[in-house]
């Protein structure tokens, strides 16, 4: 027989396959935790695009049936204590400019991605923006600041955090 013609030998596999193990248990933890990571950058991706969403809809002043009053304009409520990992799109039925659940109407649901949570809310542990046509003027409650911040962050990793500024002119900025 040549030397052309062997084929590995058992100690030749083993340490290949031992190889193959380390550098698996090397890449696994930092492939999940890249996987938490990109599901928080979505997370805050998607907020923004829901809080455009709402300022949309007012531009266009979107038809949507109120139970009670007339719609004024259509905005984003988050409220971590009741809703950590959710927040609502809803309609401003009665010009308060804020979310009142027994007169708005909720237009839509959206709950967070898995394993990420609101971490804190800017001014107040509750938040509604609401974009009111035609400008569209934006109103930011409690207490009218100039300015919400949303922060979003990993559920087991409180310090991986990703933050979403809004301002009274509407334009969102992520940090």
Not at 21 to 44: D, F, K
Not at 110 to 116: F, I, K, W
């Amino acid at each position: 027989m040549t030397n052309s013609q062997r084929g590995f030998t058992i100690p030749e596999l083993l340490v290949v396959i031992g190889i193959m193990i380390l550098m698996a248990a090397l890449i696994t933890p930092n492939w999940r935790r890249g996987n938490q990571g990109l599901a928080l950058e979505r997370a805050v991706h998607k907020v923004s695009q829901d809080i455009t969403r709402a300022r949309e809809l007012a531009l266009r002043a979107q038809f949507f049936q109120c139970e009670q009053g007339n719609i004024n304009g259509y905005g984003i409520y988050w409220d971590r204590t009741l809703m950590p990992d959710s927040y609502l799109l809803f309609a401003d039925c009665d010009n308060s400019r804020q979310y009142e659940s027994n007169v708005d109407s909720t237009v839509e649901t959206m709950v967070l991605e898995q394993g990420v949570a609101i971490s804190s809310l800017n001014p107040d542990s509750t938040l509604s923006i609401v974009f009111v046509p035609p400008e569209p003027s934006v109103t930011i409650k409690p207490g009218n600041p100039s300015q919400a911040q949303i922060i979003l962050a990993l559920e087991n990793d409180p310090a991986a955090t990703r933050t979403i500024t809004v301002t009274k002119r509407g334009i969102i900025d992520i940090q």
